[in-house]
């Protein structure tokens, strides 16, 4: 019976310290993940059609696009219906930038008609 109890702990301790080393393995693949390249900073010019109002349209996308992770500057300005964005490129697409504003309250309101870059 002890023979029997004892090969059983053995097993169990055998298996947990597998199970540890497969841990710091992965931490160690992780960071290597989390270290970023170098930014791709982008800048690029946006006409957005649907604003009807400088304070409810213009700065609501102002601030949804400038809260986007990689997102480093974005300005709307009402009266020419234009964006501009800077952003990085490993971070947030151009498309995802677009997605952002079209999605804007159920995806209804703005349209983004012509990108171009700085």
Do not use: H, W
């Not at 393995?25 to 400088?54: F, R």
């Amino acid at each position: 019976m002890k023979k029997v109890l004892l090969l059983l702990f053995g097993i169990v301790l055998l298996i947990s310290c597998n199970e540890k080393q497969s841990k710091e393995e992965q931490v160690a693949v992780d960071s290597k993940i989390t270290q970023s390249a170098e930014p791709d900073m982008k800048k690029i010019a946006l006409n957005i059609e649907g604003m009807t109002c400088e304070i409810g349209c213009a700065r609501t996308i102002q601030s949804k696009l400038s809260k986007k992770e990689g997102v480093t500057f974005a300005e709307v300005n009402f009266e020419k219906k234009e964006g501009v964005v800077e952003f990085d490129a490993n971070k947030i697409s151009q498309n995802q930038i677009v997605e952002t504003i079209e999605k804007i309250a159920g995806g209804d309101l703005y349209k983004v008609t012509k990108v171009s870059e700085n």
